[in-house]
Each structure stands twice: as C-alpha cells, then as structure tokens.
C-alpha cells in the first residue's frame, strides 16, 4: 500500500484519540474520494466540547487527557482511511455525529517522533520533504494489519435476560399483558395481591407502603400450574456506584448543614429519591436507628391495616452487622474530616455571584471537590463490596454473574409455594425486620410466574401482571408521562389506571389519560376507585351516589381534554362508561367462604367489581369496522404542528432554565438543574425528579400531531362516521407517535451526552447561566431548532418526523401530500 502523503488536520484532543486507537471516526462537513494511508496532523486549537466527548468515550478522566495532549501543529500519528460514511442513521459507532460525514479510521500508529507541520486545516497534501519524514517513521512501525478480533457479544439489557430465562407468554398462548398504574397510596400493589390472591399477612408478595414501594418493573404471570419460577435482573455496578457517590454527597452536605449524626447516616445509606434505599442491604448502625416517626415508611403500615399488622410495624429494624457498622462509622467520621478541612479552604476562597449567595457557590464548589475526593472513592468501594457480600448468603437458585463478577441476574424453579414467595421477597420486600439482608435496592425488574389464584376468582385468567413504579414516586411528576412508561403503553394489551376514590383524578393519572389518548391507546383504559368505602357524606345515601360522586371528579378534567385535544374527550368519557369499577376494604384477604352477602355488603361488591374487572381485561378488544377511505393531510400542516411543538418546548425550558420569564413555569433551582445535567451524563437515566427533556419534547410533539391529525385537509373517499373516524385516527396516532419516542431521545438525551457531562462540570462564578446557556443553546436547539417567524421552519429534525409520517402512511395506506 502507498506510503502516506495527505494529511488531516484535527484538534486536540482528536488527535491523541487517533493516534492511540481510541477514536475510529472524525467527523467532517466535507466527503472524499481519496482512501489509504493519511498523517493526523494535531492542529493548533484544542476543543473543549471534543474533550467531554473523549472522557466518555475513552473513560480517561479530563485532566488526564488534558495533560496527554501536548503537542501543537505536529504530525502525531498515521492511520488508514478506509471509508466515508454519508452520516444519519448508520453503525459507525459512537464517535460519529450523524450530521457530518463520517470519515472511518483503521491500523492508527503514533508516530515515535511527532514532526512539525505547517498551519493547514483540513485536508492537505504534504510537502515531498515532510511526506518522506512521516514516510520514514511509518515504516519502521508499520506492521500488516492482523486479522481482526471478533468483537466483544454486546452485554444483554435486563429486559432481554429475563426473556431469556423466563419468556412472557403472549397472544399465541392466549395471554393479555396488563400495565397497573397508579399513585403512590392509591393502592396499586394492593390491587396486584388481590388479583394474585396472595395472603397480606404470612406472604406479603408483592410488598406495600403508603410510601415508595415498587421501583423496578414487576411482570407476574399466572399460569395454570407449577412450578414457582422467578427472573430477576439487577442494576449494573457502574449504576449502583452513580448511586452511592450520590449518598456521600448528601450526607457530605448534612455535616456541612450541622444535621444530626442520624442524618449524616441515613443520607448515606438512603438515596435522596427513596428509590435506592441501601439501608435494607446494609443495615443500619445501632447508634443511627430512626425513631418511631420512621414508621410510615414500612411494610404495610398504613391507615387501611387491621390492629394485629399495625402493631407488628412497631417491631425494631433491622441493624448492621459490625463489620458493617464499623465501614459506616468510618465513613461518616472520614466525611466530617474532610468536609471540615474543604469548607475552612473554600472560606477564603469563594466569593457571592450575581445569582448566587456566598454560601450556595460554596455549597456548589464543596460538592465537586467531594465528589472528586479519594474519600468518596473509597467509601463508594467499601459500600459496593459490602453489597456484593449480601449475594453470597443466596443460596437457593442460581446467580449469574459478568465479567468482572458483579450479579447480573438470578434465577429459579421451585414447587412449593411458601419457600418460593420466602425467597423471592428477599428481591421485592420492604419489611424492616429483614433490614441488612434484603436485596431489593439493587434489583431494576422481577419476573414471576406461578398458579397464583384469588380465593373470589369465578375463572383462571391468563393474564401477565405489570407493576411498575407508581407515577408519584418523583415529586411533581404529572406534566409528562416517562420515557419508559411511554413505551410501556404502546407494548401492552390493557392499562388499569388505579385510582383513589377519596381523591381522585389528580395530576399525575390525567397525564397518564392525556397520554393515551394522544397516542391512540385510549381503548386500553380501565379504570379501578380505591378506597370506595371511605367515600361518605350526609349526601350519599346510596352506592350509586357515591359513584358519581367520584366520576364527578372527571368533567373537570374531561372539560380540559376537550379544549386541549378535542375528540379525544369522547374517547376517554366512553371508557370511563365502559370500564370503571369501585373498591374498598382491598387491604384483607377477601374470602367468599367467610363472606355473608346479607351483612357483609361492601365486601360482596368488591368481589363483584374485581370479577367484572378481570372478565373485562380478558376479553376480546372489540374492534371497529373501518371502510376503506383514508384521510389526506398536508405536509405543511405536519409541519405547522412540529414548529409549535418546538415553540412550546423551548417555551418550556427557557423558563425553567430562567433564561426567560413565564408566569406560569417557575424557575428552577440551579442546584435541581445541575443534578439533572449529572443524571443525563451518567448515561443511565433521562430525568430528574419532574424534570424530563425527551419526554417533554415527545409530549409536546404528541399533542401538537394529535390536533393535526384531527383535521385532514380531505378524505380519500367519504367521510366516515364519528365512531370509525376516530379509530382511524387513533391507529395514525399510535403509528407515527411511537416512532417519535426513539427519535427524542436520540437528540436530548443520547447524542448530546458530552454536552451534559460539559454542563454538569461547570463550576465556580456564573456556572448558573453558563449551564443553562450549554442546555438551552448547545443541546436543545442544536436537536430542536427554534422557529422563526420570518423563516421556513426546515431542518432536519422536521426531516425526521415527516419520515416518521411517510412510514405511518405506507403502514396504513393514508395520504400525505
């Protein structure tokens, strides 16, 4: 092959990237013909956002990288151009921006000395004297190329590991996958043990509080025989790190705040969200043990408990063993060390910002010097090896383990129904007498299959069961409907939307209606009251009156539906019609053999009302006969719909960012907004307590495509009636929104993961609008372009949704002109 004598010209640090093997595609506006042999000439510039970039992907930290990339304006190295990729979706891998050409790099070699070159940009043709010098070095390194290793298997989400021990059955085997959702306290899990017909006191599967319960995804599948079988998969070790380093910080901050010892060891135990709460793996010291105003987080203590399972909530928690004790201990006292020494150096040192108090810019740089502390790294390590001693008393089953030995997944088979559900509370339990060996933190989805019967079921249904996590358990969460809990409605055949009857229809259930609605999976709905039998008033006498009583709750909110998205009013009101049921006392074990109908009235209803439930869950989805005329929309008019949806997102977040005023979005607190730029860095979620920006993109877009989609400009043939017309409708709905999920989270959340980690870093005086410019500027209207008034609104991510609207079309056969 030639010897190289073109030149490519990239910053620092892309050119240590090249040369050391790490970066296989460079990224340029421009193709070329040319392939072979090219010198990487590192130019004079160095990038800062190319650098968050490398950290990611290279795992070097920044400073490292920093201090690795000293030469200028040098030749450093020699690499093969192999091919020019065109860019958009491809599989060049995650180096390449799909914006750009992507020029492809194999067989990179630093050259042993890097040679001075002249101040050209981009792609040149070097003189005969410097090709002969690159020429020279490259000789002597370069070596024919090996046969390439076969790559690593890709590492297998969760999802696909449970697949994979435990399949779901589906429609081929007359199963329905049923999706429960609910606020925290409605009563959801509750509902889940009543259709499992599993015994509240000596099973307590799956497990219940008033408080945050289920945060990982819990598939039940009821089978007509044995045996017992359960999957469960857990968070990685990367994850639960994240996690951990989080905990020192805020338990960092309550020493810093002068909180009680008790606080500094339950913020270091417990997650400041409630999802990941260590303290059931690990204990809880002797000298940190809450007292008795913890009890409303515990099993099954909650207004609705009979006496004998109230008092038993009274029992103690459980304690840490004392080798554990001692780590805690010592890491509390390494944290009040060092957090003293940081805060007397940051005292002469920091000074009050525009935005900002002496104390709060203190607060913020404390964070990052803790977080970056080898006190922080080692607690993290001597948490996570005291987490992963937990497994070794699992005994029955078999655990399955990484590479580098961290639990991936568990497995089991087991007839006996009591040993089996002891076992697996240990992956799903919140009772605070097995504090210290449960391993319920690290689980992220639990699979179960098994004869699970109730003692009232007239018929033995094949149902899979999904519990996931209820929709308050992030604060404020009701404006938008998650990321995962999207996908979650369009994969499954029936929703349960679970209410409480004494409260009902509040934010976050409305969002969950709005979102069905808009996305075609309003025929899903059934709905289910809790709590009916504390519905009481001198003004209902009756049953009938306390039932609309509670679905007057609903004309408000339908009221709204109307005027935000039309037709789908109709929709929702028809399922509130259809499928609504009513229950109470849910929290006993309903047995008809016990049950006298003539006195026990209530109880005989709610067993009528769950019978009725499941027969509806069960049955066949009555599908709407539609004639063969389709509508037509303009392509202008999609068009119109994704400008406003961008208007109202950047509307959105400018507010939220405070880089505007919105009376009716409140700004967020700088300290809220950097832990969403750390979550979003970190790669393993997409949000922060209410704050969601793919989701919020997808909202919007939702709803603006749904208003559009109501008024085609004409109908292929004539206009169908109401009721078919809105089937149609809603099948184009479902088609072309569910092609959106991927898209905006490809554009907030996974490309510009650089950009994140570049925000979160942002530190010191003005790092406030400095984080909210990289946000507002950098991320979101470099995915999202901002309409303008006096422009066309064209670009490529209006590109993108009409390609999502020309698949829908040749999927249904309607038109787009």
């Known amino acids: 092959m030639s010897e190289p004598t073109w030149a490519l010209t990239v ?42 970039e490398t950290a990611r992907l290279t795992g070097w930290r920044t400073e490292q990288i920093t201090a690795a990339c000293t030469e200028r304006q040098m030749v450093v190295a020699v690499a093969r151009l192999v091919e020019v990729c065109k860019g958009g979706p491809c599989e060049c891998g995650p180096w390449a921006n799909k914006r750009f050409f992507h020029w492809r790099l194999a067989d990179a070699a630093p050259l042993p000395e890097p040679l001075p070159a002249p101040r050209n940009f981009g792609f040149w043709q070097m003189s005969d004297e410097l090709a002969e010098q690159v020429a020279r070095q490259w000789r002597q390194i370069h070596r024919p190329a090996p046969e390439p290793e076969p790559a690593p298997p890709q590492a297998k989400t969760a999802l696909a590991l449970r697949d994979e021990l435990l399949p779901l059955p589906g429609a081929d085997q007359g199963y329905r996958h049923v999706l429960l959702l609910g606020t925290t306290g409605a009563g ?69 705040e002068g909180r009680p010892q008790e606080v500094v060891y339950t913020r270091l135990l417990d ?37 004998d399972t109230a008092e038993e909530a009274g029992a103690p928690q459980g304690v840490s063993d004392p080798a554990t004790a001692a780590m805690l201990h010592g890491a509390v006292e390494a944290l009040q060390h060092v957090v003293n020494t940081q805060v007397g150096k940051l005292q002469t040192e920091i000074t ?36 992963e001693e937990r497994f070794e008393s699992l005994t029955p089953g078999e655990l399955h383990r990484d590479a580098d030995g961290w639990p991936v997944s568990w497995s089991w088979d087991c007839p006996d129904r009591a040993e089996f559900i002891g076992v697996v509370n240990r992956f799903s339990s919140n009772r605070h007498e097995d504090f210290g060996s449960l391993l319920t933190p690290l689980v992220n989805g639990i699979r179960v299959a098994g004869p699970f019967r ?68 309003a025929d899903k709905l059934h709905f289910l009251f809790t709590h009916f039998d504390l519905v009481k008033g001198d003004n209902l006498r009756t049953v009938s009156e306390r039932r609309r009583h509670v679905l007057d709750s609903a004309e408000n909110v339908l009221n709204a539906v109307r005027e935000d998205l039309g037709a789908a009013e109709r929709v929702l009101r028809r399922r509130l019609d259809e499928s609504c049921h009513f229950v109470g ?87 809220t907004i950097k832990a969403l730029t750390r979550r979003l860095s970190e790669g393993h979620e997409d949000e922060y307590r209410d704050l969601r920006p793919a989701a919020s993109l997808r909202h919007h877009l939702e709803k603006e495509i749904y208003r559009t989609l109501q008024r085609p400009v004409r109908w292929t043939g004539s206009e169908p009636d109401a009721e078919e017309r809105q089937a149609i409708i809603d099948s184009i709905s479902n088609a072309v929104t569910r092609r959106l999920i991927g898209l905006a989270d490809l554009l907030i959340t996974q ?19 400095r984080r909210a410019q990289i946000l507002a500027e950098d991320i979101y209207a470099r995915a999202v372009p901002r309409p303008d008034q006096h422009a066309a609104y064209d670009n490529p991510f209006v590109h993108e949704v009409h390609a999502a609207f020309t698949e829908a079309a040749a999927e249904l056969d309607f038109l787009l002109d």
Not at 283 to 301: I, K, T, V
Request: hydrophobic share 35%; with cysteine; proline share 6%.
């Open 352 to 387: 009050a910002d525009e935005e900002r108090s002496v104390e709060e810019v203190l607060e913020d740089e404390l964070e990052n010097r803790i977080r970056r502390s080898p006190v922080c790294a080692r607690i993290v390590e001597a948490m996570l090896d005291a987490i």
């Open 751 to 769: 490309e510009p993961r650089a950009d994140w980690l570049r925000a979160y870093e942002e530190h010191g005086k003005g790092s406030t609008y």
């Open 188 to 256: 959801k899990t509750t509902v889940v043990r009543q259709l499992l017909g599993t015994d509240p006191r000596s099973e307590r599967f799956p497990s219940t509080s008033t408080a945050k319960t289920t945060v990982a995804d819990t598939e039940l599948i009821l089978t007509e025989q044995g045996p017992f079988r359960a999957a469960v998969t857990f968070a990685e070790r990367k994850e639960i790190a994240d996690h951990l380093r989080d905990n020192v910080w805020e338990a960092a901050r309550a020493v810093f």
């Open 271 to 307: 997650h400041v969200s409630q999802r990941y709460r260590f303290s059931y793996l690990l204990g809880r010291p002797p000298s940190a043990q809450p007292d008795d105003d913890e009890l409303d987080d515990l099993d099954d203590y909650d207004d609705d408990l009979d006496e």
């Open 585 to 671: 006392g849910i929290h006993k074990r309903l047995d008809p053999r016990r049950i006298d109908p003539a006195k026990h009235k209530a109880a005989t209803r709610t067993i009528r009302e769950f019978n009725a439930l499941v027969e509806a869950l069960t049955a066949d989805a009555a599908e709407v006969e539609v004639g063969p005329s389709r509508p037509v929309y303009k392509r202008e008019e999609v068009t119109r719909a994704v400008s406003e949806a961008a208007r109202s997102f950047h509307r959105l977040w400018n507010g939220l960012l405070g880089l505007s005023f919105e009376p009716d979005i409140p700004k967020k607190h700088w300290a």
């Open 454 to 521: 109730p003692l009232w079921a007239e018929t033995h249904p094949r149902l899979v069961l999904i519990d996931g996590e209820g929709m308050g358990h992030v604060h404020d969460s009701a404006s938008e409907v998650s990321t995962r809990l999207r996908k979650r409605l369009d994969e499954v055949d029936a929703i349960v939307l679970v209410d409480n009857a004494q409260q009902p229809m509040q934010a976050a259930p409305v969002s969950v209606m709005r979102t069905a609605a808009a996305t075609g999976n």
């Open 11 to 52: 910053p620092q640090p892309a050119a240590w990237a090249i040369s050391e093997g790490y970066q296989d595609v460079y990224n340029r506006m421009t193709d070329t013909a040319y392939r072979g042999w090219i010198a990487i000439c590192a130019g004079s510039g160095f990038d800062q956002t190319i650098l968050y």
